[in-house]
């Protein structure tokens, strides 16, 4: 029942972008990722992610952790090295030489950055309510920035970090259900003008940035209710009790060439047959183009 009791209102939903995402992308995904118990087992880590994380990590303790004073490009290169994983390489040769390569990428990434500059946010939790959904995500940081409307006051910069192979463009920016409903959830929660969404590139320390309105958010909030609907009516069918048949016809898989990438690729026939599952390292500069996945 959707009610606890008579007259109380109805239970949101509740839901992060990429909770969201999986569920429109693949329903048989979704099902081994968040609901079946225990969960399936998933293949190797992908090193492609693991360059993601460990930069990610050290960028939030750069703008988020560490005083000025240790800024500097020396405690950078000690941090990345400690903080190195080698989880999906093929080798040690090729998970050193991207430790390296990744050193690199962020110390031109951060070589113009003032030590003295603190963000609003970094890995900051925003979240907002609609009357059928509850959404949140982290954000990698919320910038607070003079206004430019000229008004005297802030507004606030929702930032990205990727390490993807493929330039982004102010189009990947505005099209990302994640970066708008970030704005959303940034706006409820830290109570500042905010439409501006920047994907901050690594690899080529480029900017893709793009500004909502009130129309384009709009459409993006009511996309994420549509997906949050179609995932709580088909959780609530799971709840009630399914055969294997019926889970198998109630989240169906969705085979396309990215199923070579799914974790659960060794444990899908349908995927396999659309796609062979990929080697941990083929998302890297040295192997074939990943899917870039949306922030969380």
């Known amino acids: 029942m959707d009610d606890l009791l008579p007259g109380m209102p109805k239970r949101l939903f509740v839901a992060t972008p990429t909770k969201l995402l ?40 750069f703008f988020g952790r560490w005083p000025a004073s240790r800024r500097t490009p020396d405690e950078v290169v000690a941090k990345m090295r400690s903080s190195w994983r080698s989880e999906g390489f093929r080798d040690e040769r090729q998970s050193l030489d991207w430790r390296d390569r990744s050193t690199e990428m962020v110390l031109g990434y951060l070589r113009d950055s003032d030590p003295y500059y603190e963000p609003r946010g970094v890995e900051r939790t925003v979240a907002f309510t609609t009357a059928r959904a509850s959404l949140r995500g982290r954000v990698d940081r919320i910038d607070e920035r003079p206004a430019r409307d000229g008004s005297g006051g802030t507004e606030l910069a929702i930032v990205d970090y990727k ?3 493929r330039p982004l463009t102010p189009v990947d920016a505005r099209s990302s259900l994640a970066m708008a409903l970030y704005v959303l959830g940034a706006r409820r929660v830290l109570h500042r003008p905010c439409t501006r969404v920047e994907l901050h590139h690594l690899p080529t320390n480029t900017i893709a940035a793009a500004d909502h309105d009130e129309d384009s958010l709009a459409q993006h909030q009511k996309r994420a209710e549509s997906m949050a609907d179609d995932a709580a009516a088909a959780e609530a069918r799971w709840a009630e009790g399914l055969t294997p048949a019926e889970a198998d016809a109630a989240f169906p898989p969705e085979p396309s060439p990215l199923c070579g990438w799914c974790d659960f690729a060794k444990i899908c026939p349908q995927g396999r047959r659309e796609a062979p ?7 890297l500069d040295d192997g074939d183009q990943a899917p870039i996945a949306e922030a969380g």
């Open 277 to 283: 599952p990929r080697e941990p390292w083929a998302g």
């Open 163 to 165: 390490t993807g192979r």
């Open 22 to 61: 999986t569920f429109a992308d693949c329903k048989r995904k979704y099902r081994y990722t968040y609901l079946e118990t225990p969960r399936p087992p998933k293949g190797p880590p992908w090193a492609h992610n693991t360059v993601g994380a460990v930069v990610h990590e050290v960028l939030a303790d």
